[in-house]
């Protein structure tokens, strides 16, 4: 929905994923070959225009979508397939970068998501992943309303997943964890959260990015999201 709140966030979370494209080109350290599963960074056929700072340094963008209706491209430097995670349809070793952003828990066999990541990725490339936390501080402290939750999401998620158990099966695919981020630790009431938006954009935007910032240096696995970023150590086999 489109509420002063929603706004807020979503002026938070473009910051964010702003500074990430340029973390993970610091981290992948040259032009780089970018599978993204998911379009997570194309809207309306072109990437996002708080992101184009992907534009300067990836030298070969593929997104993969089952949906036929997201595969539109309106930049020739673009290149969609229609495919799914278990099944990525490119050769081994041939990737930098792969970005999997709130999609993971859509997929039907994550653990084969990411075989297939770790076979696509070129040794010492990046996989980039975004996703909801399910042992998020707000999930600990109220355990029944995340059942409820939980049980209205399992319509469109097969899986629910925290940082530890996601780095624990990338460390079992040949990853190296190096980063892991806490996000949006405010998850309060919606009623509480519109108050807070409708008090002022500038201000409330601001407040949200200082109480991230906190959460994340205190406690990075309570976010109600996180990011995690992990290095392939190895060859495929």
């Given amino acids: ?48 225009p708080h992101l184009n700072t ?11 979508n089952p949906d036929v209706h997201e ?3 309106e930049d020739d430097r673009l290149f969609f397939a229609r495919a799914v995670g ?14 999997i952003h ?29 996703l909801n936390n399910n042992q998020s501080w707000a999930k600990r402290a109220f355990p029944r309303h995340a059942r409820r939750r939980r049980a209205a999401a399992a319509e469109f998620h097969s899986s629910f997943f925290d940082p530890a ?3 624990g099966q990338l460390r079992a695919q040949g990853f190296e964890v190096v980063q892991v981020d806490g996000l949006r630790y405010l998850m309060l009431p919606p009623r509480v959260l519109e108050l807070i938006g409708r008090a002022g954009a500038g201000w409330a935007s601001g407040w949200l ?5 906190l959460g994340n240096r205190l406690a990075p696995e309570l976010g109600g999201d996180f990011h995690l970023v992990a290095r392939k150590t190895a060859p495929s086999p």
């Fill in 1 to 48: 929905p489109d509420t002063p709140y929603a706004r807020i966030l979503r002026q938070v979370t473009e910051r964010f994923s702003a500074a990430l494209a340029a973390r993970l080109q610091r981290l992948v350290g040259h032009p780089a070959r970018c599978l993204d599963i998911g379009i997570s960074i194309i809207d309306a056929g072109r990437i996002k």
């Fill in 54 to 64: 992907y534009e300067r340094w990836l030298t070969v963008y593929c997104a993969i």
């Fill in 209 to 213: 990015a200082w109480i991230d910032r």
């Fill in 102 to 130: 709130s999609t993971l828990d859509h997929c039907v066999d994550p653990d084969k998501v990411l075989r297939e990541i770790r076979r696509v990725l070129a040794p010492g490339g990046i996989v980039s992943m975004y």
């Fill in 71 to 73: 595969l539109r491209s």
């Fill in 165 to 167: 158990t996601v780095a």
């Fill in 86 to 99: 278990e099944y990525v349809p490119f050769s081994d070793d041939v990737f930098d970068l792969v970005l």
